[in-house]
């Protein structure tokens, strides 16, 4: 181990870790901290402490304060089907709505009839799984059906008839 790491974990404090200078209590931080704002996710990876659990709690205590005062942004759940506008709950609890950019639902094809009905229909017929790679038998044939149509369609495919 790097010396100067070796004695900046040695000098550090009992049970506290270095974030912008300054000596953090993990244990002490919490959603009552002054600024939940304060900081971010890299301060945590160049934090020195004298064990990894140290910084690891410091950085979940960090999280959850995030959360309580709703400015966490990386938890975010649609609560309905998507569609063109949409309604998502944070992890705090509330809730928003408006226009939706985050859905991947470009083509608002989610709440279709006709595309309901067929995903109905194909998972009776083959069944609910996760797909994997083809060598393990991660493939459909109504997948591979598909994908030749495409081909024959976006002209990708050599011509099977030449």
Same mark, same amino acid.
């Given at each position: 181990?790097?010396?100067?790491?070796?004695?900046?974990?040695?000098? !550090?404090?009992?049970?506290?870790?270095?974030?912008?200078?300054?000596?953090?209590?993990?244990?002490?931080?919490? @959603?009552?901290?002054?600024?939940?704002?304060?900081?971010?996710?890299?301060?945590?990876?160049?934090?020195? !402490?004298?064990?990894?659990?140290?910084?690891?709690?410091?950085?979940?205590?960090?999280?959850?304060?995030?959360?309580?005062?709703?400015?966490?942004?990386?938890?975010?759940? #649609?609560?309905?089907?998507?569609?063109?506008?949409? !309604?998502?709950?944070?992890? +705090? +609890? $509330?809730?928003? $709505?408006? #226009?939706?950019?985050? $859905?991947?639902?470009?083509?608002?094809?989610?709440?279709?009839?006709?595309?309901?009905?067929?995903?109905?229909? !194909?998972?009776?017929?083959?069944?609910?799984?996760? @797909?994997?790679?083809? @060598?393990?038998?991660?493939?459909?044939?109504?997948?591979?059906?598909?994908?030749?149509? #495409?081909?024959?369609?976006?002209?990708?495919?050599?011509?099977? $008839?030449?």
């Amino acid at each position: 181990m790097d010396e100067t790491l070796q004695d900046s974990i040695v000098a !550090a404090p009992q049970n506290k870790a270095q974030i912008d200078g300054s000596w953090l209590d993990p244990i002490s931080k919490s @959603a009552n901290s002054p600024d939940p704002l304060a900081g971010s996710t890299r301060d945590f990876l160049t934090t020195v !402490a004298r064990k990894p659990t140290e910084r690891a709690d410091a950085f979940w205590l960090w999280n959850q304060a995030r959360i309580e005062h709703d400015v966490f942004p990386f938890g975010k759940a #649609l609560m309905e089907a998507p569609k063109p506008t949409t !309604a998502l709950r944070y992890l +705090g +609890g $509330s809730t928003r $709505s408006g #226009l939706n950019f985050s $859905s991947q639902e470009y083509l608002s094809l989610a709440s279709h009839p006709r595309i309901i009905t067929a995903a109905t229909e !194909a998972m009776h017929r083959l069944g609910v799984h996760s @797909a994997g790679s083809t @060598a393990l038998g991660g493939n459909l044939i109504d997948g591979q059906a598909l994908e030749a149509e #495409l081909g024959d369609w976006l002209q990708t495919r050599p011509d099977s $008839s030449e």
